[in-house]
Structures are given as structure tokens and as C-alpha cells.
């Protein structure tokens, strides 16, 4: 699938703007770049991190914390593994090819 970033909150790794190919159901690992469901509302995608797995569930954080409006497990814990849409493997829009 394809995502389209919005927001500052993947400052310096990826800008608003940027499009991403993204593996559904994709082993992630920690480190990885990740598509999530926001708890708060489940249509709401969102890009983050997978910064660790803890009680079944992993731990996502943005790169810029000091982004306005920015959402990671900070503000709602750990999300399930059920939550995880895909891991990023490639922005291809704008700026340079990046494999992740």
C-alpha cells in the first residue's frame, strides 16, 4: 500500500509530503518504520517508529518529539501487534529513493 506523511513528527527521516511504500503485515523489528491505526481513531494512520516490543504489543515513537500535534505511545501506551498496518520499506516521492 501507499501512505502519504503528514506533519513534522518523522523529522529528519521523512517529511510532510513524502510517499511511502508500505508492507502489510510485514515482520517489524525494532528500529523499523511502522504504519499504525491511532488508538483514538482507528482510521487515522499514522507513521512512527517501533522503538521496542513490550507485553505483546510494540512501543512507537516519532523522531521529533517537539512536533506540534505530534502522537506516539507516549500519549497512548503500548499499541497491539493487531494495530501494526505494515512495516515502510521504500519513500519514493519526493527527493531521493530511500530503501528502508
Do not use: C, H, T
Amino acid at each position: 500500500m501507499r501512505v502519504r506523511v503528514a506533519g513534522e513528527s518523522m523529522l529528519p527521516a521523512l517529511r510532510p509530503g513524502d510517499w511511502l511504500w508500505v508492507r502489510r503485515g510485514a515482520v517489524v523489528r525494532p528500529g523499523d518504520l511502522v504504519v499504525a491505526r491511532l488508538p483514538s481513531d482507528p482510521a487515522v494512520l499514522i507513521v512512527k517508529r517501533a522503538a521496542w516490543e513490550a507485553d505483546g504489543g510494540w512501543w512507537l515513537e516519532s523522531d521529533n518529539q517537539r512536533a506540534p500535534g505530534r502522537r506516539d505511545s507516549w500519549d497512548f501506551g503500548a499499541l497491539p501487534a493487531s494495530a501494526i498496518v505494515g512495516r515502510v520499506v521504500l519513500r519514493y516521492w519526493p527527493g531521493l529513493w530511500r530503501a528502508r
